[in-house]
């Protein structure tokens, strides 16, 4: 049986597919924002193509946004830097301590915040135990280690990816 804790409010392509018009309908104003497979590949030391005028265009709109990975902070800290957010290292989720000072460091209400990340059983839960809306994104390319593909085997029992439903 589907647990309502599995499951995203909305499910985009990417994060680049979050726009002002999006933003608007849904009334958010603020974003907790995975960074491994969300803002660029796990591992890797740079954003993906188009990350950087993706943040740039949430600023002009006035939108907060601050980094909750459970990564280290030897592994945040550098690309949050390149990309000029603020961080949470070690977030612990599926666990809310980290979505939940993100908010309150941010002051804008659960109401008008989303989370945004690539997978269910970390950034969906965590925000869905918070009660914060989420955001479930395709990661920019498919990670090719058998505990990724592993991971998303297993997502895929609790969430059906069916793409005709990608927004």
Do not use: C
């Not at 497979?37 to 002009?60: C, F, I, Q, Y």
């Not at 209400?109 to 989420?134: H, Y």
């Not at 390319?141 to 997502?155: Q, Y």
């Amino acid at each position: 049986m589907k647990t309502m804790i599995f499951k995203p409010t909305y499910w985009l392509k990417s994060v680049l597919a979050i726009d002002e018009e999006f933003l608007k309908m849904n009334r958010v104003r603020a974003l907790v924002l995975d960074m491994d497979n969300t803002l660029s590949m796990h591992g890797d030391p740079a954003a993906e193509d188009g990350v950087a005028e993706w943040l740039d265009k949430m600023r002009s709109l006035g939108i907060n946004m601050r980094v909750v990975s459970n990564n280290t902070k030897k592994r945040v800290a550098p690309l949050a830097a390149k990309l000029g957010l603020p961080f949470t290292a070690n977030g612990a989720k599926p666990l809310t301590f980290g979505v939940n000072r993100a908010v309150r460091e941010m002051g804008v209400p659960k109401s008008e915040t989303l989370v945004v990340g690539d997978q269910i059983f970390t950034d969906v839960m965590a925000g869905n135990l918070a009660g914060i809306r989420t955001v479930l994104v395709e990661p920019f390319r498919l990670e090719k280690t058998w505990t990724f593909r592993l991971k998303r085997k297993v997502e895929s029992l609790v969430f059906h990816r069916n793409y005709d439903d990608l927004l």
